[in-house]
């Protein structure tokens, strides 16, 4: 596609329910991250793919995150037993590592998660 | 490890005034990207404009331009003739290069209100 896709946009799910969020990066680049934004904060990086290497899992918060990258293009971010501080918007970046790399990074609009 | 300090949680500008918002980072690389990243209420993060650390002349987009002192580890966005449109969140972000883990650390954010 044109750009980062991420689905759902929104989701609200109950207390201990397991959430899948899914992200198609930019089609050619090899670096796709996640990062979560609580209302009104930064970025906190949570995972980082680069190609067929071992992801970066030294932000996830806890052992109830966990994300995959199939084929190398998209991803799926899982929360396992959602809690209420889980609630945040989740963002997905790629970024190209080839030729011509100028290091930008290219977000997805983001899933809102709500956990009631 | 590197960290990235925005000191200014919320800014306002004169529509046409010009604005600066700071940002300041530490790290003991010499080889480094910088970047501002701007989210608007709708929410996707968009490039604004990035600067390499080995490069001495700072970078200028239009009405965006930055004051990169490096040793100073200072990196100012300046906004002129400021629009509307530039009412957002802004970030500034830090990428190490070269490094194989090419991971952001992103500032706090400073969100930035354009009054008529």
């Known amino acids: 596609g044109a750009g980062v896709s991420q689905s759902p946009s929104n989701k609200v799910t109950e207390k201990g329910k397991d959430v899948e969020l899914r992200c198609d990066p930019i089609s050619g680049h090899t670096a796709l991250y996640w990062y979560r934004q609580s209302l009104g904060q930064g970025l906190e990086f949570l995972i980082y793919f680069q190609g067929n290497s071992a992801p970066d899992k030294s932000g996830l918060p806890s052992d109830r995150f966990s994300a995959e990258r199939t084929g190398g293009s998209v991803s799926t971010l899982t929360i396992q037993r959602t809690q209420q501080e889980d609630s945040a918007v989740y963002l997905c970046?790629?970024?190209?590592?080839?030729?011509?790399?100028?290091?930008?990074?290219?977000f997805g609009e983001g899933s809102r998660l709500t956990v009631l | 490890a590197q960290t990235v300090t925005q000191s200014q949680p919320e800014m306002s500008v004169q529509e046409a005034e010009t604005v600066t918002l700071s940002c300041t980072y530490d790290t003991s690389e010499n080889n480094y990207y910088l970047f501002w990243y701007k989210q608007p209420p709708s929410r996707q993060m968009i490039l604004v404009i990035r600067?390499?650390?080995?490069?001495?002349q700072n970078a200028t987009e239009n009405r965006f331009s930055v004051n990169f002192q490096k040793a100073a580890k200072s990196f100012s966005l300046k906004i002129s003739d400021s629009q509307l449109g530039d009412t957002a969140m802004y970030f500034c972000a830090f990428m190490k290069f070269g490094s194989g883990t090419y991971k952001y650390i992103f500032g706090t954010g400073t969100r930035l209100k354009v009054l008529a």
């Open positions: 600067q390499e650390a080995y490069k001495q």
């Open positions: 970046a790629s970024s190209n590592r080839g030729p011509g790399n100028t290091g930008e990074l290219f």
